[in-house]
């Protein structure tokens, strides 16, 4: 999973124009967000078809404003540059909350 310290709005139109793309707000300090860290890898596993970025919201402020994250970890979800699915909210998830929503998308 790639990690993005600072997503600008050229960079979210870049990384979000082609295919499925999972980005998964997040910040260092987020004990909720350090919860998922050792699941990302098999979600990243079982959706083989999407690319997964990490985004640092501290960071990413501004974006994260824009599209309306105020609780991490969040996760939005593109295909083809268009907004698909968001799992926004403050609270903790669980493998298969996240890996339930990525697949109702589908």
Known sequence: ?????????????????????????SAAWCPDCRFLDPFMPQIEKDFP???????DRDGSIDIAKKLNI????SFVVYQDGQEI???V?????????VEDFLRSLD
Not at 70 to 73: A, F, V
Not at 89 to 97: E, G, L, S
């Open 1 to 25: 999973m790639e990690e993005i310290k600072e997503l600008t709005q050229d960079k979210l139109d870049e990384i979000t124009k082609n295919g499925r793309t999972v980005l998964e707000f």
């Open 70 to 73: 105020m609780g991490i970890p």
């Open 85 to 87: 699915g968001r799992l």
């Open 49 to 55: 078809n999407a690319k997964f970025y990490k985004i």
């Open 89 to 97: 909210n403050k609270d903790r998830k669980t493998k298969q909350q």
